[in-house]
């Protein structure tokens, strides 16, 4: 499998040059779009159909498509959940992921255990890949840590708010991979704002001239803010890699299967020495940037309803229910899941213990320092003071 | 080894090829650290023994050096970077207080990052813009950082050692105009704890204090006082964050005077939180108001006029006149 850093400018291969496109060829048709439509790389339509790609194919049971499925939906779920505690007080700020579902599940489980994960604010369902329980997520929402789990736990760095900051986190992190001897890759998060970010720019010079393992997953989901993405860059942006000296593909974001093809082939090949690769899934932020802001004031109502139509979610289902890979059983017992994971989310949210006062004084040095032990004495003290009074 | 005299910049240079030595996991990174060994020859010779695998000559991109150690670090990599020059920091900056100093406490402790970022600082090398400056408060105002800056060839050694040995992120300010001075370095001492504060000059009638390049200025200073009959005391803080204010206590106690000495600016500066807190804690030994001598609240001029601006002898010497004659 190769990744085509040039895919705009060059002929396509014939559909049937791939072992796999051809042994499917009986079943399924090749994609079919405009001269100026973006090179996308598409294994599912909106419509639910499957098309093959000469380059990226991928064999999935229904039990693996269902799961993909189970993912996405109880994501979107606890996505929704979460917006809810938010309009009902329960959470300081949310940043939703509706509509990037299949980028994040899809880019999530072309992951090895061993991997490590970079993410940004936003990467709920590559969270819920990597087994972070989803309850951990909100604390930082609700105020009570910056964190809320082990990154090392589940090879799931804590999420990075300032924007492609964590680019070069897991540029780092991928050079002392290659330095370990290691086969495992890192993947690193942001999405089309942070592409304007020089943090963003250095961490692809770093990869290539060290080779470091590490695929860099962008998710341009159209909207920085209020920003589009016509005032952060002026060519397509998984174009970009090639003047780094690496590969950038295009994805289909709104389409689990070409998103799980295109990263596992992207972990592949860093895994292989190669370096890195820049992968931009190409999809939609369905909702606000965060619960703080309001899309109506910037963009129109039929925008949205076009990539409506483009649903993540929807067109897994339709696949499956037209070939017969998921009965109505099925789809209930998603459904009774996901009503569970709400309850369970808003019961853990409710809750979730404030921190302990004398947290703002915990860690902030390894070793210890003067200063916080002097003002974390005079903060006892003072805390005490009320107490005495109150005898 | 025993005793060696050594310039500082030989100093920094032999404490990073021992850490080379001891541990694995001590990389050296930064803009020519290799092959050219620094553009002051800090890492001379490194690059030849360890190999690029060590020592990593980076592309030109302050926040990507920062950013990538941090990589390295969570890793389990113990990266010293080396900044150029003390006005590059600042591209290095976001990475510096939004990401080194803030990740350990955001992990509830589960992250440490033992990152040491080497600065040299200061002016009175006759430098363009940008080469000159003394930014050491903006980072000793940041929760996570530790700051520190060694004055003499021992201490640049043994600061180094515990700097890479630590947990915590260190930002090591070498004092670039003192690179050729030497001085014993004892490679069998027991070295003081990187935060303490050490008595470079006693005296009775008042103390000045300073870190890095001033110690130098100061101690002359000290020593010119005593020609006119006053004994002056000279604490070296070596460390700007966490500042051994016990130290610097004892001695006010003693001499019920106080001038602090830095190059960086005045205003918002060092000497400024120095004034306060050794106020709170001397009020009643002080037998004047705490003076600052340093910079002025302008650019770093250019190098025809840096001895105007940096505090000298006369400079500090004036303000010790001034606070004896309260």
């Known amino acids: 499998m190769t990744v085509d850093s040039t895919a705009a400018r060059k002929p396509r291969r014939s559909s049937g040059a791939s072992g796999a496109a051809a042994k499917r060829a009986g079943t399924k048709k090749a994609a079919t779009k405009a001269p100026d439509e973006p090179q996308l790389v598409q294994l599912l339509t909106p419509e639910g159909e499957r098309v093959t790609h000469p380059d990226y194919e991928i064999d999935l049971s229904a039990d693996e498509l269902r799961g993909l499925y189970r993912d996405m939906v109880l994501t979107r779920r606890f996505d929704a959940e979460a917006t809810s505690l938010q309009r009902q007080g329960e959470l300081g700020l949310w940043a939703s992921l509706l509509g990037q579902e299949a980028a994040q599940i899809g880019s999530g489980r072309a992951l090895r255990d061993d991997d490590y994960v970079f993410p940004t604010y936003r990467e709920h369902g590559v969270a819920w890949c990597r087994g972070v329980d989803p309850t951990n997520l909100l604390g930082m929402f609700r105020g009570v840590n910056h964190g809320g789990w082990d990154p090392n736990s589940n090879n799931f760095h804590l999420y990075t708010i300032v924007i492609g900051s964590q680019t070069l986190h897991a540029t780092g992190y991928a050079m002392g991979v290659a330095k370990d001897g290691a086969d495992s890759a890192v993947i690193a998060y942001f999405g089309d704002g942070a592409s304007s970010q020089g943090d963003v720019a250095e961490s692809f010079t770093f990869s290539a001239v060290y080779n470091a393992p590490v695929v860099f997953f962008c998710q341009n989901n159209q909207w920085a803010i209020s920003e589009p993405t016509e005032k952060q860059m002026r060519v397509p942006l998984y174009q970009r890699a090639q003047g780094f000296g690496f590969p950038g593909v295009r994805v289909d974001g709104n389409d689990v299967l070409a998103c799980l093809a295109v990263t596992k082939a992207a972990l592949e090949r860093a895994r292989r020495g190669e370096g890195p690769t820049l992968v931009e899934a190409f999809t939609y932020r369905m909702g606000a940037h965060t619960t703080t802001d309001d899309p109506t004031r910037y963009r129109a109502d039929e925008e949205r309803e076009a990539w409506e139509a483009k649903d993540p979610i929807l067109r897994v289902r339709t696949y499956m229910e037209k070939e017969g890979l998921a009965d109505a059983a099925f789809f209930e017992e998603i459904e009774a899941e996901s009503e569970a994971l709400g309850k369970r989310v808003r019961e853990a949210v409710r809750s979730m213990p404030d921190p302990d006062t004398m947290a703002i004084f915990e860690n902030v040095y390894a070793d210890g320092h003067a200063l916080v032990d002097e003002e974390r004495a005079q903060f006892a003290a003072y805390q005490a003071s009320f107490a005495e009074e109150g005898k | ?326």
Not at chain 2, 130 to 154: M, R
Not at chain 2, 237 to 243: A, F, K
Request: glycine share 8%.
């Open chain 2, 1 to 326: 080894m025993a005793v060696k005299k050594l310039p500082i910049a030989k100093a920094i240079n032999e404490s990073l090829r021992t850490a080379l030595e001891n541990d694995p996991k001590v990389l050296i990174m930064g803009e020519d650290v290799g092959q050219l060994g620094g553009v002051f020859r800090v890492t001379d010779g490194l690059f030849k023994d360890f190999g690029e695998g060590r020592v990593i000559d980076t592309p030109l991109a302050e926040s990507g050096i920062v950013g990538t150690a941090i990589g390295l670090a969570l890793r389990g990599y113990r990266p010293v970077v080396e900044i150029q020059f003390d006005g590059f920091v600042f591209p290095a900056y976001d990475q510096i207080v939004t990401q080194l100093a803030k990740m350990h406490a955001r992990s509830l402790g589960k992250i440490k990052l033992p990152v040491v970022i080497r600065i040299p600082y200061g002016g009175g090398i006759g430098a363009v813009e940008h080469h000159s400056e003394s930014p050491e408060a903006l980072f000793a105002h940041v929760a996570g950082l530790k700051v520190v800056s060694p004055s003499n060839a021992s201490d640049a050694y043994w600061m180094m050692q515990q700097a890479i040995q630590g947990d915590d992120p260190v930002i090591y300010f070498e004092p670039k105009r003192r690179y050729w001075d030497k001085s014993d370095v004892d490679f069998d001492a027991i070295p003081a704890p990187l935060h303490k504060a050490r008595v470079a000059r006693e005296g009775t009638d008042l103390t000045l204090a300073a870190y890095g390049p001033m110690v130098k200025v100061c101690l002359e200073a000290a020593a010119a006082a005593a020609e006119e009959g006053r004994s002056v005391e000279v604490v070296d803080l070596r460390s700007m964050s966490p500042i051994d204010f016990d130290a610097l206590q004892t001695s006010v106690e003693k001499t019920r005077r106080l001038v602090v000495v830095h190059e960086a600016p005045v205003f918002y500066g060092a000497g400024a939180e120095i004034a306060a807190r050794i106020t709170e804690r001397c009020f009643y030994h002080l037998e004047a108001p705490v003076l600052r001598v340093g910079g002025y609240h302008a650019p770093y001029p250019p190098a025809r006029l840096e001895e105007e601006y940096l505090p000298g002898l006369d400079r500090v010497l004036d303000a010790v006149d001034r606070s004896l004659a309260y």
